[in-house]
Nanobody, 120 residues
Framework: QAQLVESGGGSVQSGGSLRLSCTGS????????MGWFRQAPGKEREKVAA??????TSADSVKGRFTISQDNAKYTVYLQMNKLKPEDTAMYYC???????????????WGQGTQVTVSS
């Protein structure tokens, strides 16, 4: 089935860690353009991190705390989240994109989302 399946969300205390996983298939996974987005209640969805042609990028708000990685043989992308803060609380979505060079042009497929809740 052509889909992205996320796992690894949950509830943690401030300062804790979580690792999100997103597994696709040969039909859905693009090794050169995968990313993680998040959406908090009442806020727009924002790109947290992406891995584009092997190069990692991340939003300023998570730099030094979140790391994106991938295992292409498993069609899987990961998001390691350390030093979590209450403001990281959101629904996290895996995404496949169309990328040009090092630019995320648009998202072409979304995962179903996994909730991350960080308590103070």
């Amino acid at each position: 089935q052509a889909q992205l399946v996320e796992s690894g969300g949950g509830s943690v205390q401030s300062g804790g860690s979580l690792r999100l996983s997103c597994t696709g298939s040969r039909l859905t996974y693009r090794s050169n353009c995968m990313g993680w987005f998040r959406q908090a209640p009442g806020k727009e969805r924002e790109k947290v991190a992406a891995i584009i042609s092997g190069r990692q990028t991340s939003a300023d708000s998570v730099k030094g705390r979140f790391t994106i990685s991938q295992d292409n043989a498993k069609y899987t992308v990961y998001l390691q989240m350390n030093k979590l803060k209450p403001e990281d609380t959101a629904m996290y979505y895996c995404a496949v994109g169309d990328c040009a060079g090092t630019i995320w042009v648009r998202t072409v497929r979304w995962g179903q989302g996994t909730q991350v809740t960080v308590s103070s």
